[in-house]
């Protein structure tokens, strides 16, 4: 994990093929985090990018929107 300091705030880069997560839960993915002032590098850790799981199609993730009631533009 890359840390650079930009004066206001600390950017948390991951490594190449690689992904940051949170410690805690590993739940969370980004490619890149703005730490606050009272958050820590140390909340943060790289993985490996997660190989994509499921046959999830464009159908599929419309109907979920449909389901939840969001306004798509097909």
Do not use: C, H, W
Not at 13 to 40: C, N, Q, Y
């Amino acid at each position: 994990m890359r840390i650079i300091d930009e004066g206001q705030f600390i950017k948390l880069l991951p490594d190449d093929g690689m992904i940051l997560t949170d410690v805690a839960t590993e739940t969370m993915r980004a490619e890149e985090i703005d730490l606050g002032k009272s958050d820590s590098a140390e909340n943060y850790k790289d993985i490996p990018i997660p190989e994509p799981t499921g046959d999830l199609t464009v159908d599929d993730t419309l109907a979920m929107l449909n389901q939840m009631g969001v306004e798509t533009d097909d």
